[in-house]
């Protein structure tokens, strides 16, 4: 049986601010009954100004690690899932590996907009399994509150922010640990959700019309139909990769960017509701951080336990998508 990377442990952090949706009526033309019925969100997690992606990320990674028990010297890597970094350079990685006292630990940073935590996870397995390291804290976070438009209805209502943290170690003849994973991008679809300024394309200052925007645009109508069609494909791919079906999985912990999407992935694959984990009305959008947390709260909650078969998967700017079959 080959080395598996196992997760032996979970951490997450959320913004204390709470904002429900009838707060968003005095701000955009919008309602309660509006953003439930497209969205499924109640409420969500904002961020203060100055609590920053690493902000979470740094409380995530630790109680991950206090809860394996694990001294932060003997971590070997932080791998961070963003795309709200603290800067634009350092990465957020390296200032979580110095705040939670990995000293020893090397530190990078994994674009991946909403399916970062897949494949962050994925990244940190390999280097694991193939002896590069022994061990990893594997970071999902984002702050997208931070870059929305507060006077765009269609895009201020859906993100939140926070995130979580898993402690990942090499484990020998074990099932558990990740089993099988799919990534996957169509780039041609680009257009349909990015910041546009900011980069090195447009920097900061420079830019002019559309190009000038330092918010999140997304083309939703385009994004929903995509995401949609991704969710069910990676999750195909992913048991096909595994020789399994949808009847081995335990639980299926998606992105939890939009109820209606959850749902109507579900059904294409036929998987009752009951299966699947849904924190979306709490949280919104959280980016890299919404599949962490709802994995830390499917295990709280006593839906998720050592040895069941759980199936994450995700979608995101890029456009990418992906899925993880993880034996918790």
């Given amino acids: 049986m080959p080395d598996r990377a196992v997760i032996q442990s979970i951490g997450m952090a959320v913004a204390d601010r709470v904002m429900t949706n009838d707060e968003f009526e005095a701000i955009v ?6 953003i ?7 409420e969500r997690r904002i961020a203060e100004p100055g609590q920053s992606s690493s902000y979470f990320g740094i409380r995530a990674a630790k109680e991950a690690l206090e809860r394996a028990g694990k001294d932060p010297e003997e971590v070997d890597m932080v791998v961070c899932a963003t795309v709200t970094g603290d800067y ?5 990685a390296s200032l979580i590996q110095d ?44 702050t997208l509150t931070h870059f929305v438009d507060w006077k765009d209805r269609s895009t201020c209502v859906l993100f ?18 990740i089993v099988a994973t799919v990534m996957l991008s169509d780039g041609s679809g680009a257009r349909h959700i990015k910041v546009p300024q900011g980069g090195s394309l447009n920097p900061p200052n420079s830019a002019r ?19 949609v069609r991704a969710m069910a494909d990676s999750c195909s791919r992913v048991l096909e990769k595994a020789g399994l079906t949808t009847d081995d999985v335990d639980l299926f912990c998606p992105h939890q960017a939009n109820l209606r999407i959850i749902t109507a992935a579900a059904d ?3 998987l009752s509701m009951e299966r ?10 959280m980016g890299a951080g919404s599949i962490p947390v709802a994995l830390y709260e499917a295990e709280q909650q006593g839906r998720l336990k050592r040895g069941d078969l759980v199936m994450t998967v995700g979608f995101g700017a890029g456009l990418v998508w992906g899925a993880n079959l993880i034996r918790w």
Avoid at 36 to 42: A, D, L, M, S, V
Avoid at 106 to 116: E, V
Avoid at 276 to 285: D, E, L
Wanted: hydrophobic share 40%; net charge negative; proline share 2%.
């Fill in 36 to 42: 439930q019925t497209r969205t499924g969100i109640k």
């Fill in 88 to 92: 634009l350079f350092p990465g957020t």
């Fill in 209 to 227: 019309g559309d190009a000038a925007c330092p918010y999140i645009y997304m083309a939703g109508k385009e994004v929903f139909r995509f995401a």
């Fill in 160 to 177: 939140g922010d926070g995130g979580g943290a898993v402690f990942m170690e090499r484990e020998k003849d074990t099932d558990r640990g």
């Fill in 276 to 285: 699947v984990f849904v924190n979306v009305q709490k949280y919104g959008n």
């Fill in 99 to 142: 705040a939670i006292g990995a000293k020893h630990a090397g530190a990078y940073d994994l674009g991946a907009a909403c399916a970062g935590f897949i494949y962050a996870a994925e990244a940190a397995a390999g280097m694991i399994c193939s002896g590069t390291i022994s061990n990893a804290v594997v970071v999902g976070i984002d």
């Fill in 268 to 270: 294409h694959l036929g």
């Fill in 29 to 34: 033309d919008t309602s309660d009954e509006w």
